[in-house]
Structure formats: C-alpha cells, structure tokens
C-alpha cells in the first residue's frame, strides 16, 4: 500500500519519465531506420533471383528510352520494355559472373570497331578511312568536359557494349559446350560398328520356386539400409487451389466504354475557388488534341498520316470513310478500347507521270546513230517545254 501511495504522489513525474522514453525510442527508430540511411525502403524497383532492382538505374534506362523513342510508344509499353530487357540482362549476368567472365578494355575496343554506327562514322575515320581509337578516346574526354549529360549517356553505351561482349562469351562458351567432341565420336563410331559374338546362359528368378528359398526380416531390413537410396521418394504435397482469371468483368467493360464516351462531348465544371463554372472541351470539340490525350489516354498522339492498309482490318473502311473533325467510336480493339477522330487527309503521294526524253551525242546509253550536241538537245528540250506548258497541250 505504501508503495502504491508513493506511486500516486509522483504521477506527473512517471508519465514525463515515459514520454521520454516512447519519445527516444521513437528518435532512435528513425535514425537507425532505412527512411534517413538511405537504405532499401523505396530504393528497388523490384527483385529478380534475389537481386534487387535499383530504382534509380531504372528510372535512367526509362528517361533515355523516352527521349530516343519520342512519341512512338506509350509510357507503359517503354516500362514494360526496359523492365523486359533489365530482366534478361540480370539473369544472363548471374550467370556470367559466375563463370568467371570478364571483358579487357582492349576487347571493349574491338567491340566498338566492330559496331557499324561507330566504326563507320566519318568524325573518328583517319586519313585511310580507318578507325582511329585515338579519335574516339579524344571524341569521349572532350563529351566528359564539355557535354556532362551527353556524356551520361555515353556511360550507359559503354555498360550496354560491356554487357554484350560478355553475353557474347557466354552464348560462345554454351555453344561450343553442346558439340560433341573427337573421342565422343569414336566412340558413338564403335557402338555403331563394332559386333561381337557371344553365349550366354539364363536363369530367370521366376525359374526358381519360392518354397526352396527363406528370407528372414533381420535380412530384409539390412538390404534397405544397404540400398536405401533405391528406396527413396521425392517429397509430395496435396494440394487445392482457387484460380482467379485477372480480367475485366463485364461491368468494369462497361464503366470503361461509359467513361471514354462522356469524354466525347463538352463537360461543365464548376471551381469552387474561384465560385465559377467553365466549360471543358471533349475530344469531339477540342483544339489541343495532343494535350487533351496526355490527360486522357494512355498512347501518346501520333502526327504521322496513316495508310488505310495500317488501319485496324475491321475498321479500317468505317476510319477512312470520315471527315476531318469527325469521330469514330468508342470500338474495342483488341483488349484496347479507342476512340479516333479524323484531323486531316491528303492524297497517298503517287501520280501518273510521262515523260520525253532528248538523248545526245556522247550521252549515257545514247544510239550511236545520234548526232544532236548537248546543246540542241537542250534546246529543243526549252520548246517542248513552252508548248506542253499551253494552255489544252496534251503532254502524252
């Protein structure tokens, strides 16, 4: 009871004495954790065979992939690439290292002179139109000065031509692996070949009533010791699972299609901040098209005119049926649902051309029987020229 007393007089000072130490151990816990360390929380991308992905090396692979392929992908097609690519290049690189192989800087070199894009760029060609390292190395030392960024990129060039040398190695060393060698051929030769003549007697166990043989259990039990291996059996698991198919259902197909059209029309929204309402263009009204699909769509817009033979077979002549501002859609493409509006049309670029052609004397493939100079033939190429160009002249 006493004690219990002594507890309550000093209340205030028991609950500062916890709150101090929730309030260190709290402290001690961010400090020692990974969030101020700098250590694996939020620092992978992923895992493949138990090596972690950096997040920053992927985000470096993804942003060089995103300037070089400009709009001709979306962002989650680049991802999924690069994701695919880092996932080969891993697993290859496990194994790689683990044989032990390595690539010389002499070998990098080789590599490069064999690349057509650097071997053959005239900036690092001598007087013989020859490689020259020594123009290369002065091309990379100056990027290093004067281009940081570009030079960046030069250090993933350099790790991607690296990485093929050794994947190279390795495909070489499998390859040379699955051959047969001389002596497996003498001796597949010898099986093939060689016969001999032989006798042999046969006495089946069957042959042998088992009334006239004892077998005790002392020598049943000994003979699986001996051989236990012959005996043993591969751990199994009896097993139940539910397969959930991860697919749209027909409802989130119908809220898509729902969502994609009242993107369609005009919308009105109102803006609490500034207490008005504004009108938003749809896809059908809009005059950023390419900044109403960067909101909206996951493929980036695409400028490039399109042949009706690029178009989707089964909407191909619905799409190429529309007028410039009309729409098409929303169809199903595939597992993709799309909606296409018709900027502009021009003709296909082909024409139906004739052609006269004046030879000379001395000319390329001329008759031998010509002996117009260049000069008349260049004149009367003029006034063929002056009556094609009459009004009504038929040029045929």
Do not use: C
Not at 102 to 126: C, M, R, T, Y
Not at 176 to 190: F, I, R, S, V
Not at 298 to 317: C, G, H, N, R, V
Not at 355 to 377: D, S
Request: proline share 3%; hydrophobic share 35%.
């Amino acid at each position: 009871m006493a004690i219990l007393e002594n507890i309550r007089k000093r209340t205030t000072v028991l609950i500062l004495i916890i709150g101090m130490a929730l309030f260190a151990f709290v402290i001690s816990g961010i400090f020692t954790s990974d969030g101020f360390s700098g250590g694996k929380v939020g620092s992978s991308v992923g895992e493949i065979n138990g090596e972690e992905i950096s997040i920053d090396a992927f985000r470096q692979k993804l942003e060089r992939a995103t300037r070089t392929s400009g709009q001709s992908a979306s962002s989650m097609q680049l991802v999924n690439s690069i994701w695919n690519q880092v996932e080969r290049n891993t697993l290859l690189d496990q194994q790689i290292q683990a044989l032990g192989v390595d690539i010389e800087q002499d070998q990098i070199i080789e590599v490069i002179k064999s690349s057509p894009g650097l071997a053959q760029n005239p900036q690092f060609a001598d007087e013989n139109g020859q490689f020259d390292e020594r123009k290369f190395r002065d091309f990379i030392l100056e990027l290093k000065i004067n281009a940081p960024s570009q030079y960046e990129d030069w250090l993933q060039d350099e790790q991607a031509i690296i990485e093929s040398a050794k994947q190279q190695v390795y495909f070489n060393l499998v390859r040379a692996g699955m051959g047969a060698t001389l002596k497996e051929g003498e001796l597949d030769y010898k099986l093939a070949n060689d016969k001999v003549d032989i006798r042999y007697v046969r006495v089946p166990y069957a042959s042998i009533p088992d009334s006239t043989i004892t077998v005790t259990r002392n020598e049943i039990e000994a003979y699986i010791k001996e051989n236990e291996k012959k005996y043993t059996q591969e751990k199994s698991r009896d097993i139940q699972f539910v397969y959930f198919e991860e697919g749209p259902s027909d409802e989130d197909i119908a809220a898509t299609e729902a969502a994609i059209t009242a993107l369609l029309d005009d919308s009105v929204e109102y803006f609490e901040d500034r207490d008005t309402t504004e009108t938003i263009p749809g896809f059908r009204n809009t005059k950023d098209v390419n900044a109403f699909l960067d909101r909206n769509s996951d493929a980036k817009y695409d400028s490039i005119f399109k042949a009706k033979s690029e178009l989707p077979t089964q909407f191909a002549d619905a799409l190429f049926e529309l007028t410039p501002g009309e729409l098409y859609g929303p169809y199903r493409d595939g597992d993709v649902f799309k909606v296409s509006r018709m900027m502009a049309k021009k003709p296909n670029g082909s024409v139906k051309a004739s052609h006269i052609l004046i030879t000379y004397q001395g000319a390329e493939r001329a008759n031998p029987e010509v002996t117009r100079t260049k000069e008349e033939a260049r004149q009367k190429a003029e006034d063929v020229l002056e009556e094609a160009l009459k009004q009504d002249a038929v040029f045929a």
